[in-house]
């Protein structure tokens, strides 16, 4: 199976420091640009922080598990990929709606955000 090149693209910009998790992810959360969220967050903090950056008008894509998003990241497990650099935001809204869904737990969320 090939692996979505959202993801690929997602590693290159978190090995370049341009996307966020954790508690960096939090700590700057006011230079997000755009949000990959993983499709079964369950925890009621986990919602909150969706719902946060949600309130900011913050595009999201909700395409990945945990697992996958931690693998593209070198990591077990990731839940949040914060895309701070504009431009980077920019191109991955556009590799994900030009991705067609594969199934129906798989969201992708894109409005206009922050300028």
């Not at 998790?21 to 959360?29: F, K, P, S, V």
């Not at 640009?33 to 009621?44: C, E, K, M, Q």
């Not at 070198?74 to 709606?97: C, Q, R, S, T, W």
Request: hydrophobic share 40%.
């Amino acid at each position: 199976m090939n692996q979505d090149p959202r993801l690929g693209f997602l590693g290159i910009l978190y090995s370049h420091g341009k996307a966020w998790i954790g508690e960096e992810l939090l700590r700057e959360a006011d230079h997000i640009r755009f949000l990959v969220v993983a499709n079964h967050i369950t925890s009621n903090e986990g919602k909150k922080i969706q719902a946060s950056f949600a309130r900011r008008h913050i595009p999201m894509d909700m395409s990945f598990s945990a697992e996958e998003l931690g693998k593209a990241l070198g990591h077990d497990e990731v839940n949040f990929v914060g895309i701070a650099d504009k431009k980077a935001a920019e191109a991955y809204a556009e590799k994900a709606l030009r991705k067609e869904p594969t199934n129906e737990k798989e969201t992708i969320c894109v409005t206009k955000g922050k300028k």
